[in-house]
């Protein structure tokens, strides 16, 4: 049995807009492995449907941006290029050829690249945040090797690769918490009156992680699950000695479980010294009481 398959791109008016490449499969049907894709047969499909549809999108928008944006004037090329673009189903090279400014616009640079203003990052979201996602729960290298298994990707995931990009979405969601304005805190109630204390429960634990190249440091992790009502739970973490204001994190998990940054929680910990005087940082006027284990 042979089996192809090819992607057709279709305009508003239903006229062919361009055809892939045809992807074809000669299949048996006598083996129980053999019934449906497998793993390399449906990486080959979706890798092929990818590029077509990004390449007639890449297409689309240059063909947009071949005319000048005040005067309608046709640019002039300065010449060919070639951009790579790494998708959740294969890295696609996309031709990205360079325009001279038109001479209406003084003062601009000579020459740009109109899919540079697409294609502001070189990574598809979708792909940065499967990526950040499961190096969040796995080790960078078993990320890669995950990725690898299940997405045409082939060989540009590497444990050093994802680790820059998870470092890159960090800083991001680090700078988002900073740029908190000095009233936050006085942020009313959300949907209403704040929940009661009791109905708001976070438990907060630390532990130590040692510096492998130099056994005689280590540094405190601090992580954190914040249980509401009605609410999805939330998770946190933080370094201690990294983080010079937890409350802002922890205002951000209220939030993200649309409660008030006012709301007032209730903490429970092992009564360490470290935890112990975390809760007043990260929630002022929290009360405190030992977890059920230490309690017992």
Not at 208 to 236: C, I, L, P, T
Request: net charge negative.
């Amino acid at each position: 049995m042979r089996i192809e398959i090819q992607l057709r791109i279709v305009g508003d008016d239903n006229s062919v807009i361009s055809e892939g490449e045809i992807v074809h499969f000669d299949k048996g049907d006598d083996r129980l492995e053999a019934i449906g894709l497998s793993f390399n047969e449906a990486k080959a499909a979706l890798a092929g449907i990818q590029g077509g549809v990004v390449t007639a999108q890449a297409a689309s928008f240059l063909a947009r941006h071949r005319s000048c944006d005040l005067c309608g004037s046709l640019l002039l090329s300065k010449g060919p290029g070639l951009t790579r673009f790494r998708t959740a189903f294969g890295t696609i090279a996309l031709n990205s050829p360079r325009f001279h400014h038109c001479s209406c616009q003084p003062g601009t640079a000579r020459t740009f690249s109109p899919l540079n203003l697409l294609l502001t990052e070189r990574i598809a979201p979708e792909l940065l945040y499967l990526e950040t996602r499961w190096a969040s729960l796995v080790s960078f290298g078993m990320t890669a090797d995950l990725l690898k298994d299940v997405l045409p990707i082939d060989s540009t995931a590497d444990a050093s690769t994802i680790r820059r990009h998870l470092y890159k979405v960090a800083t991001r969601h680090e700078a988002d918490l900073t740029s908190e304005q000095p009233d936050g805190l006085d942020e009313g109630p959300v949907n209403g009156q704040p929940f009661p204390q009791a109905a708001v429960i976070v438990g907060i634990d630390g532990g130590y992680v040692r510096n492998w190249r130099d056994k005689q440091h280590n540094f405190e992790v601090v992580v954190g699950k914040s249980m509401a009502a009605g609410r999805d739970d939330r998770y946190f973490g933080l370094v201690r000695s990294q983080d010079e204001q937890p409350g802002r994190r922890f205002r951000e998990v209220l939030r993200s479980q649309d409660l008030p940054v006012t709301q007032p929680v209730t903490m429970l910990t092992d009564g360490g010294d470290s935890v112990r005087g975390l809760v007043g940082e990260l929630s002022p006027g929290a009360a405190h009481l030992l977890d059920w284990f230490r309690a017992t």
